[in-house]
Nanobody, 120 residues
């Protein structure tokens, strides 16, 4: 499974940004997809994720401002970020949990990361 993230960039505080991540999944079924972020000096943390049934959960720090959605037909996950704050500045990584057809073992895959910089 290969993940290609896009949409990062420089945005002013209070602005919005949408990230996209497309998964190449030959021979795999994706169970869940999501977004994590890592700011300098910090550990990677969950931003938001969505299951194949559409259930989602978010970090407390982004509740009400950030929304994750998924187009299963396109193997694409989106992260809509609104009311951005300085502390949202980080490298954002998309993530997928996938398993081979007919198998039960689930593996985790990561995209290359896309930088989001929020300026005040």
């Amino acid at each position: 499974v290969q993940l290609q993230a896009s949409g990062g960039g420089l945005v002013q505080a209070g602005g919005s940004l949408r990230l996209s991540c497309v998964a190449s999944t030959s021979g795999f079924i994706i169970d869940g997809m999501g977004w994590y972020r890592q700011a300098p000096g910090n550990q990677r943390e969950l931003v938001g994720r969505i299951t194949k049934t559409g259930s989602s959960d978010y970090a407390d720090s982004v509740l009400g401002r950030v929304f994750v959605s998924r187009d299963a037909g396109k193997n694409t996950v989106y992260l809509q970020m609104n009311s951005l704050k300085d502390e949202d500045t980080a490298v954002y990584y998309c993530n997928a949990e996938a398993r081979r057809f007919g198998r039960s073992n689930v593996y985790t895959y990561w995209g290359q990361g896309t930088l989001v910089t929020v300026s005040s």
